[in-house]
């Protein structure tokens, strides 16, 4: 006889599931697609409003038992508008770290500056005066930025005799650059 009440309590149990999940699958087919919505006036991204929509239905799934909701509705879009906003701050905070490492590697650079221009035509006209092959393999790596192996197959040589082309050639502009300072 206990084991019949058992599994008449185990029915009752599956039927309250059965219909909590009936309910939910409604709630969550009504308020999907205006749920969206809403988080993409914040986000103006689909993946990622569709991303915190279903994190906030996957919340209320695993939370309704646990948390005292009146007016479910409300409380899941101010949870969207919440989670919308930190979007948002995040994103900012990358934009700035981004803008930011930009200026970083374009005041390395120093492009434009008449220095720069000037060791750019000194580095030209020394390249002019490599050797034949050096020069063309120098200009392959480095301004047409094609690897060593590729280099050596159009050349017909090693990778070991591009390899040593590229140090002859920086070898020349290294000597140039710290005998002239």
């Known amino acids: 006889m206990l084991f019949f009440k058992r599994n008449v309590s185990f029915?009752?149990?599956?039927?309250?599931?059965l219909?909590?999940?009936?309910?939910f699958e409604a709630f969550f087919k009504e308020n999907y697609t205006p749920f969206y919505f809403f988080a993409l006036q914040f986000t103006n991204d689909e993946e990622?409003?569709?991303?915190i929509?279903?994190?906030?239905?996957?919340?209320?799934?695993?939370?309704i038992d646990s948390i005292d909701v009146k007016n479910w509705k409300s409380y899941l879009l101010?949870?969207?508008?919440?989670?919308?906003?930190?979007?948002?701050?995040?994103?900012?905070?990358?934009k700035k770290y981004v803008d930011f490492?930009?200026?970083?590697?374009?005041?390395?650079?120093?492009?434009?500056?008449?220095e720069y221009d000037e060791r750019i035509l000194q580095i030209r006209k020394i390249i002019q005066n490599f050797s034949p092959q050096t020069k063309l393999i120098f200009q392959e790596?480095?301004?047409?930025e094609k690897k060593y192996k590729e280099v050596a197959e159009e050349f017909g040589i090693s990778e070991n005799a591009v390899k040593k082309h590229i140090m002859k050639g920086l070898k020349i502009l290294?000597?140039?650059f710290v005998n002239k300072n």
Do not use: M
């Not at 029915?11 to 599931?17: G, P, Q, S, V």
């Not at 490492?101 to 008449?114: V, W």
């Not at 790596?141 to 047409?144: F, G, K, S």
């Open 11 to 17: 029915a009752f149990l599956n039927d309250f599931d």
């Open 19 to 23: 219909e909590k999940e009936k309910k």
């Open 48 to 51: 990622v409003s569709k991303d």
């Open 53 to 63: 929509v279903n994190d906030s239905f996957e919340l209320a799934w695993t939370k």
């Open 78 to 94: 101010s949870y969207i508008r919440n989670k919308c906003v930190d979007y948002i701050r995040h994103q900012e905070v990358k």
């Open 101 to 114: 490492y930009q200026k970083l590697i374009l005041e390395s650079r120093n492009d434009g500056t008449p």
């Open 141 to 144: 790596c480095y301004l047409r």
């Open 174 to 176: 290294r000597d140039f």
